[in-house]
């Protein structure tokens, strides 16, 4: 059958499936990072905590697994849509609406972490 | 001729209605969890977690009013909420990486590893709960 048409869309899901798997394992090597980070601490105090995220590499990593988790949370997000929002207007506002939050979030945890 | 033709079922989706109804393989079970929990993650744990980290950050103040609203009993039940659900994500999310490379696809580890997922995350969410309610 090599003269059969084949139908396949734009290929851009598989790269979606690779890359919620790759953000998933981010996420869960800067949860062990954090949760290792907060055990070591002398004590759980201001003092201590701001310390931490006053490190530029724990700002880096944080910012990175912030952006993981944006990403993996959209993925996600848009698999529940695509299988449980069947008018396309509606899914493509709720999408839109998914993507202006996650983006926002984004900037949050810069502000936050930056202390702009 | 109409008599002779058998009264062949017919499937259709299954409505909201009839969820419940349904007898979900354990596999299933922690399929479902896995989506309602990242959802529950996405609508509250997200926000929420950035607003409490922000407020732990931003000065001394900011740091007891972190404390102080951590320390609220709702809170700390919509926050063991969402331990369960990071908890039951992560380790469900683990057996499905797994699963991606082979491992354990056959049906009776399938099962096992799916009733292994309920106990570890629930004994990690009971851990987190522990450190929550200052037990230790």
């Known amino acids: 059958m090599s003269?059969?048409?084949?139908?396949?869309g734009a290929h851009y899901g598989i790269g979606s499936w690779l890359l919620q798997r790759l953000t998933a394992i981010v996420i869960a090597l800067y949860t062990l990072v954090?949760?290792?980070s907060v055990l070591l601490l002398p004590e759980f105090n201001y003092g201590n905590w701001a310390n931490l995220f006053a490190n530029s590499f724990m700002k880096v990593a944080t910012l990175l697994g912030g952006a993981a988790l944006l990403y993996h949370a959209w993925v996600g997000v848009r698999d529940i849509f695509m299988d449980y929002i069947k008018p396309t207007g509606i899914r493509l506002g709720l999408q839109a609406a998914?993507?202006?939050l996650l983006a926002g979030y984004g900037c949050w945890l810069v502000i936050i972490l930056w202390k702009l | 001729m109409a008599g002779l033709t058998a009264k062949r079922p017919v499937y259709r989706n299954i409505h909201v209605t009839q969820i419940l109804?349904?007898?979900l393989p354990v596999a299933g079970i922690v399929s479902?969890?896995?989506?309602?929990?990242?959802?529950?993650?996405?609508?509250?744990?997200?926000p929420l977690v950035l607003w409490l980290f922000q407020e732990s950050l931003i000065s001394e103040l900011g740091f007891d009013r972190?404390?102080?609203?951590?320390?609220?009993?709702?809170?700390?039940?919509?926050?063991?909420?969402?331990?369960?659900?990071?908890?039951?994500?992560?380790v469900a999310g683990i057996r499905y990486l797994l699963l991606d490379n082979h491992v354990?696809?056959?049906?009776?580890?399938?099962?096992n590893s799916a009733k292994l997922v309920i106990v570890v995350s629930l004994a990690l969410t009971l851990a987190l709960?522990?450190?929550?309610?200052g037990i230790y």
């Open chain 1, 3 to 8: 003269n059969q048409r084949i139908v396949t």
């Open chain 2, 104 to 111: 354990g696809l056959e049906r009776e580890a399938a099962a």
């Open chain 2, 66 to 90: 972190f404390l102080a609203v951590v320390a609220h009993p709702a809170v700390k039940l919509v926050l063991l909420a969402m331990a369960w659900a990071f908890c039951h994500h992560l």
């Open chain 2, 32 to 46: 479902i969890l896995h989506r309602i929990s990242g959802a529950l993650l996405f609508l509250a744990g997200l």
């Open chain 2, 21 to 23: 109804g349904y007898r």
């Open chain 1, 98 to 100: 998914t993507v202006l």
């Open chain 1, 34 to 36: 954090l949760f290792l």
């Open chain 2, 129 to 133: 709960a522990g450190a929550l309610f």
